[in-house]
Each structure stands twice: as C-alpha cells, then as structure tokens.
C-alpha cells in the first residue's frame, strides 16, 4: 500500500453494526470499503424490534442526521413521556407502581421494527458496495498486517483491514480473541422468554381490568422471572413478554426450545390473574410455544487485533435487559431494560468512522483500532455489566433478590444516566485525542 492508494476495508455483516459503519466510512475518499453479508439479501430479520434511547440517536447524528431520518422512516413509534412504567409483580405489593421512567434532558428515542432500520440504512448506500452471499470463513494474517479473508463458497480477497459487524457467532471475533479462547463463545445467561404479538382490540378484551391504562411500556417485576406489555405497530398491536429464569443447561445452539402450554402457564402462575390473561394472549399462537433462549458474550479483552476489530454484537453482546441476541424472526420491543446493544454497536460505528478518517497509513490502522478498543472498552463492559444487572433486578435474582417496591425503585432509578446522557462528542474527542498521541 502507497500513499496514493486508497485502504481497502472489509466490512463482515450487513447488520445495524455493520451497515452504519458503512455509511461512516463510505464518506473518506482514501477509503475503498466493501460489505460482505452471509444472507442472500440484507433485509435483517422481519421480526425483531429494536429500541433506539438518546445516546444511540445521538451517535446517528454524529455519523450523519441523514441515518436519523433512516430511523424516523423505518415505521418508528416514538416514545412518549413516561416512556415506560415498573410495578411489583409479587407480594408483598404486587400491583403497586415502583417507577414511572421519564426522559430526563427531553430527548426521545423510538422503537422499530430491525428489518424497516436496515432496510432504509441499505437504501442510503450504493449497492456495489454491498456483496451479499458472502459468508466469511476464515481471517489470515499477512506479514504486512494485510489480511486474506475466505468466504465459504471459496471467495477470497486480500484487504487492508476487516471489521467484524458479524453478530453473536462472529468469525472475526474468533481472529480477534484467539488469544483469549476462553472468550470467544457466547454463554447461556440462564433465561428463557416467549413473547407474543396481540391486536390491541383482542388484548383489551382478554385483559379485561388488567388492560394497561395508558399506551407505554409496562414491566412487572415477578418471582423469577418477569413479564412486560408494551404497545407496536402504531398502537395496533399489544406485544406481551414473560421471562423466566432457569437453571436448565441449553445447548450451545438451542435458541429456541418447544415448549407446552402447561409449561408456559405454569412459569406465569407467580403473576395471578395478570399471568393467566397474559398466558390467555400468549397460548393463541398455538398448541406448541418456542421459548426463546438468552445468550450474551464475557467481557472481551479487546476488540481488535493488528488490522482486525469487531463491533456491535459480535463484540459484546448482551443481555436484552439492555439488549438482547436472540435467534431471528421475533416481534419484539424493547421493555423500560435499557436497550442498549443496537445503541453500542452505533457509538461503535461513530468511534471507528472518525478513527478511519484519520488513517492514511497501515502503520496507522493498528493505531486506529488500538485507540477503537481503548475509548470503547469500559464504556461497552459497562453496558453489558448494566443489562445482566438489570435482568437480575426485574426477575429478582442474584444480589439483587428480595426487594421491595422501594428498594426497587432505589436499584432501578439512576441505572440510565450513564448509559443515555454520556457525553458522545467528549468521547469523539477523546478518541481523536488518544490516536493523535499514538500516530506521533
Ligand atoms: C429480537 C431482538 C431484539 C432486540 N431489541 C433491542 C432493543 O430494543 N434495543 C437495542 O439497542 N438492541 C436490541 N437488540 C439488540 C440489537 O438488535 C443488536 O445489538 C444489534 O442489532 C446488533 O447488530 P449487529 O449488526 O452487531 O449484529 P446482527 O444484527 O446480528 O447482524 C450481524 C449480521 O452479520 C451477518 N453475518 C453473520 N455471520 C457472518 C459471516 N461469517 N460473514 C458475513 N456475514 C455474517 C448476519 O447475517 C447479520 O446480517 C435486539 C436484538 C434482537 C435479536
Ligand atoms: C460466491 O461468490 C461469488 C463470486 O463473488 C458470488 O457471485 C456468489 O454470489 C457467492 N455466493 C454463492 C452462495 O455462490
Ligand atoms: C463489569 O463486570 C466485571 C465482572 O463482574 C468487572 O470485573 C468489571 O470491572 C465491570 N466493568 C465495568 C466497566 O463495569
């Protein structure tokens, strides 16, 4: 590589990570990027809904304020103020308020579907830039710090630097952390949830007197486990989650596991009548029930290695209490947990776009990704430490069992500050600031 050559970045994973890493990069003109995506298109998974809190929509904005009107147009539902509500959901108390979470600064975030964000990201690109059917294999290293990416259908090419954007099963993780084996693999976080998607008009009737007052998000703090309503699609549908704790042992690839409906009413007994008309809406989709299972990663040691890094979930997934890894094709909305993981791949992208921007080198990608992993690990640790601590706290486990309304509130009340209202531009900053010191 000579100074007039551009740098060749790989992008692996045409997710929320690595599309808006994309559109980061995209913009430096000593940059030649490509997109490489496993599936046959990049549509994301129809289901899953995603919720953006004001850091993330920040972060956006950092990149550029066009990636938030993409969100605006992915069918967004905004939140209102309070945006979510906790009640007791066990004695003593069940049914009384612990918290009403309200916006502290004004700033809103919005829910959408995971598929309508994608989709409007993958419009503001051009699409050469986006390969698809191009599962990555395998990473080597060159001397140079090039590296040969193989693809399974027996592609390959050689680029200056690649970014994992690959999810939960990343292979570029596996390259990064080969060091630290140990860390690689996503673990069980000992919870199972089912979550169905109810007509509002159907779910007020079931409900009855336990139809939730007003349009928000309500999170009910259970035995072990919890259970949560929140309106989608506009107000046309009612979503109901119940969460559960378990000490089962899932396998490394069960995502999801059948369960009967005398199971699921039985994990929804400790919610009394809430449980039985929640389990009422959950048991019409059908005679057999998928219990989805949790996974989130360990703390990675770093996320980068020579010209390799990862982002967004295939550097730190977590819990969905922040955020969730689960398998596709979920309707899902986020609960008052602090919907985190879409949040943290998009301060990932933001931190790398403008660490690339500075990188004329290969000297100086190493240094990039080096200060890449030295601004965002503790903030990334943070939030995956959040979310595990927050599922505790709604399912009453771990150090966090046995409280009451007002302990709850007291654990529940300042655990978005940090993870909301961080200072973005500071961090920005700072990473400029770090980079400009090493590359001297
Ligand atoms: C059901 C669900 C609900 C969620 N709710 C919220 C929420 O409310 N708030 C929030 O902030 N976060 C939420 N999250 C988490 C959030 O969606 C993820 O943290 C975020 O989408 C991660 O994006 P990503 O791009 O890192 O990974 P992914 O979305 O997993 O994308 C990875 C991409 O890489 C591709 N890929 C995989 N392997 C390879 C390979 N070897 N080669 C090439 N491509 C590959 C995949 O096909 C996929 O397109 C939720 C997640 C799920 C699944
Ligand atoms: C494999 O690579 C070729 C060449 O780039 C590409 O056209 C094709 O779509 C890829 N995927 C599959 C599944 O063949
Ligand atoms: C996260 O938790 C781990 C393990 O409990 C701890 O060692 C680490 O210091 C925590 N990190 C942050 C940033 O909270």
Request: net charge negative; proline share 4%; glycine share 8%.
């Amino acid at each position: 590589m000579t100074a007039d050559k551009k740098i060749k970045v790989a992008i692996c994973g045409g997710g929320i990570a690595g599309l808006c890493l994309l559109y980061g990069l995209l913009k430096h003109a000593h940059l030649e990027v490509t997109l490489y995506e496993a599936s046959s298109e990049i549509a994301g998974d129809e289901g899953a809904g995603v919720g953006l809190a004001p850091n993330a929509i920040r972060a956006l904005r950092l990149i550029d304020l066009e990636l938030v009107t993409a969100a605006e147009n992915a069918d967004s539902v905004f939140l209102t103020d309070p945006f979510a509500t906790a009640v007791m959901g066990r004695e003593p108390g069940f049914g009384s308020k612990v918290l009403d979470l309200r916006s502290k600064t004004g700033e809103r975030g919005f829910l959408f579907q995971r598929s309508k964000f994608i989709q409007q990201l993958f419009k503001l690109v051009p699409q050469e830039s986006c390969k698809t059917s191009h599962k990555l294999a395998s990473i080597s290293e060159q001397e140079d710090g090039s590296l040969d990416l193989s693809f399974t259908n027996g592609t390959t090419t050689t680029v200056d630097a690649v970014i994992g954007g690959d999810g939960v099963h990343s292979i570029v993780r596996k390259h990064v952390l080969q060091d630290h084996l140990d860390q690689v693999d996503p673990f069980f976080s000992k919870q199972y949830f089912y979550v169905t998607m109810a007509p509002m008009e159907n779910a007020k009737e079931k409900m009855g007197d336990w139809f939730p007052e007003l349009p928000i998000q309500y999170a009910w703090c259970g035995e072990q486990g919890f259970l949560m309503h929140d309106p989608a699609n506009s107000g046309q549908t009612l979503q109901v989650l119940a969460a559960v704790q378990t000490d089962d042992v899932w396998g490394p690839d069960q995502w999801t596991k059948e369960k009967d409906l005398e199971d699921m009413r039985k994990d929804l007994e400790p919610f009394q009548e809430l449980g039985r008309v929640c389990g009422d809406l959950i048991a019409e989709q059908g005679e057999s029930l998928q219990a989805r299972s949790v996974w989130e990663h360990s703390r990675a040691a770093t996320y980068n290695r020579g010209h390799a890094a990862v982002l967004g979930d295939a550097a730190h997934a977590m819990q969905p209490w922040s955020a969730v890894s689960l398998p596709p094709t979920i309707p899902y909305l986020p609960s008052p947990r602090q919907a985190a993981g879409a949040g943290q791949a998009i301060e990932d992208a933001m931190i790398l776009s403008t660490l690339f921007s500075l990188t004329k080198t290969p000297q100086d990608i190493s240094t990039a990704l080096e200060t890449y992993t030295s601004v965002r690990l503790s903030r990334t640790h943070y939030a995956q430490n959040m979310s595990a601590e927050n599922g505790d706290i709604i399912m009453n486990a771990g150090k966090f069992k046995g409280l009451n309304a007002a302990q709850l509130k007291e654990a529940f009340e300042f655990r978005w500050e940090e993870l909301w209202y961080f200072d973005l531009e500071g961090h920005r900053e700072e990473a400029v600031g770090r980079f400009k010191e090493k590359a001297r």
